[in-house]
């Protein structure tokens, strides 16, 4: 078995770190408890085969002052973009590893709800339930907006996994504290494997299933991946 708790979403943004001396208990004690209560309204339910999936994905500007969001709608029997947005907000939160979607999400949340075409999922750039308190961005995103989310990351929170076999579409459970919490996926041939987790509204075969079909050749599924590199165009753009 594999274990890692290596960062995943945590990415310290450049320029000003967002790290504080001494940390404010009071604030972390409070993120807790609303951490509990979204993962407590978390649905896990049969995931149909999605026509449309939305990736998003978010960065922080040069100065480390600013959120920027992408959201990217992908047709998947078409296999292209067919819409996207974006959205910028002030950095409002502290930087604290395993809190980071009281930073993030509400960037992501108005990319988001500017997409006007109808989705089926949400695919978004870290955890679900594959987080320390069941409630990484993929589920705070998703039970806020209360629709069918998971998550997709290249490293994993926590948890213990065997290595699947080197064929695309292998898989085995990520389990953390005896309770499978996602899974290592095989994406493409001999390629390192992601890790998918529920978020809200969809099941662990739902997921794996959904990042298969939204497979363009890459590591990552094109609904993300795409969500990625229009975050990386915008930062480039967004006033050094």
Known sequence: MKRSTGP?????PPG????RAQLDQGLLARWRVRQARIASRVRIEPSAPPLRVLGADCAYSADGQRI???A?????ALGRVVETASAVLPVQAPYIPGFLSFREAPAVIKAVRKIRTAWDCLLLDGHGLAH???????????????????GIAKSVLVGRHDEPGAARGSHSPLVHRGEVVGAALRTRDGVSCVFVSVGHRMDL???????LACGGGYRLP??????????????????R
């Open 16 to 19: 000003r770190s967002g790290r």
């Open 222 to 239: 094109e609904p993300t991946r795409q969500a990625d590199r229009l975050v990386a165009a915008l930062r480039s753009g967004s006033g």
């Open 68 to 70: 920027i969001a992408a």
């Open 205 to 211: 075969a739902g997921v794996v299933a959904t990042a």
């Open 132 to 150: 320390p308190r069941r409630c990484g961005i993929a589920t705070f995103v998703g039970v806020l907006l209360d629709r069918p989310a998971a």
């Open 8 to 12: 995943g979403r945590c990415r310290p």
């Open 72 to 76: 990217v709608l992908w047709d998947v």
